[in-house]
């Protein structure tokens, strides 16, 4: 099997085998670099890189390196030895470059569930950074409130609010998974959470869900004056966005950040928000929800998993980009 288009047919077969929530068509970027390589038996496997930067100053900076050297292989019905070889290609088709010594990665995002390729993304030094995680929709429960905590919308006036709450939550993921804390951190975020505070969009109105327009649902937990968490949610239209590749077609509720203040942590604060958060997407029909998370976080992957998330799709780097080996 040598034709590329043969080995991404193959590759989705046996995907779909392996997960059936996976979107029928594997994603390839529209512009990158072939690569192809050799198993011992003779067969071919291929690929794509793709070279993303992010100029400082960009919000993809606080969950990205600047450089990003992203693989997509077509591996056909060889995960392992067919990974293996195709990232030595990769290796090699990068030492032809300058790649940065700082502040660089190489990345594979893959189906969480072929574990048959996870030995060779270990052995060429990729760990997992981050998940891409999805929930089925559930039928709707009751809030229970935690003691004299208060869930409500949040809206412009609690712009400090929640950007307190989101640095919170970033300065944290930075020493555990994939996120960068940036100099400019908390003017990116304030921006970011003054776009969806704008407005109080809804699926039924004419803020299209997942688009650039605002609203999206961001959720206050406080005693008193004093907040307490945040879920800071949104909406996407897998059939219209960049990044409906990695997820199945129709509307889906997704998960930003989740904070709560450390010394309030254990005490059922984040599990009311996710449940104001997950009746509001069951009420506009989402066909899920997704989120990412740390699988080297101590306490997020437990806690999303309780929540009905499992991973879909695993992220490997390699930080810098120079350490693939």
């Known amino acids: 099997m040598n034709n590329a288009q043969e080995l991404l047919e193959a590759q989705q077969k046996r995907f779909r085998r392996l997960d059936p929530v996976l979107p029928a068509a594997y994603p390839l970027p529209h512009h990158g670099e072939p690569i192809l390589a050799h198993l011992d038996s003779g067969e071919s496997v291929a690929g794509l890189s793709a070279h993303t930067h992010q100029p400082p100053g960009s919000l993809p900076s606080l969950w990205s390196t600047a450089d990003t050297y992203e693989l997509f292989p077509l591996l056909g019905e060889h995960p392992r030895a067919g990974m293996d070889v195709l990232l030595r290609s990769f290796g090699e088709q990068l030492a032809t470059g300058a790649i940065p010594e700082r502040d660089s990665a190489c ?19 990729f760990v997992p950074l981050s998940c891409l995680a999805v929930r089925t929709p559930a039928p709707k429960v009751d809030t229970k409130l935690s003691g004299t905590v208060k869930m409500r919308r949040a809206g412009p006036p609690d712009l400090d609010r929640v950007v307190e709450l989101a640095l919170a939550e ?3 993921a930075a020493l555990v998974g ?3 804390l940036r100099p400019d951190a908390a003017g990116l975020k304030r921006s970011a959470a003054g776009v969806r505070l704008r407005t109080r969009s809804t699926p039924g109105n004419t803020d299209v869900p997942g688009s650039d327009a605002g609203g999206d649902p961001v959720w206050l937990a406080e005693r008193g004056e004093t907040p307490l968490g945040l879920a800071e949610c949104g909406w996407l239209d897998a059939d219209n966005h960049h990044s409906g590749h ?3 077609n129709g509307l889906w509720g997704y998960v930003n950040c989740l904070s709560v203040r450390e010394e309030h942590r254990g005490t ?38 309780r929540q009905g998330y499992r991973p879909l799709w695993t992220i490997w780097e390699i930080r810098p980009a120079t350490a693939l080996r």
Request: aromatic residues 12%; charged residues 15%.
């Open 107 to 125: 990345l594979v995002t893959w189906p969480s569930r072929d574990v048959s390729a996870t030995r060779a993304l270990l052995d060429h030094g």
């Open 170 to 172: 970033l300065e944290y």
């Open 178 to 180: 994939a996120s960068v």
């Open 246 to 248: 990695r997820l199945g």
């Open 268 to 305: 059922g604060i984040g599990r009311d928000l996710m449940t104001m958060a997950h009746n509001d997407f069951a009420a506009a029909g989402a066909v899920g929800s997704f989120l990412y998370y740390n699988p080297a976080n101590p306490v997020s992957p437990v806690f999303w998993h």
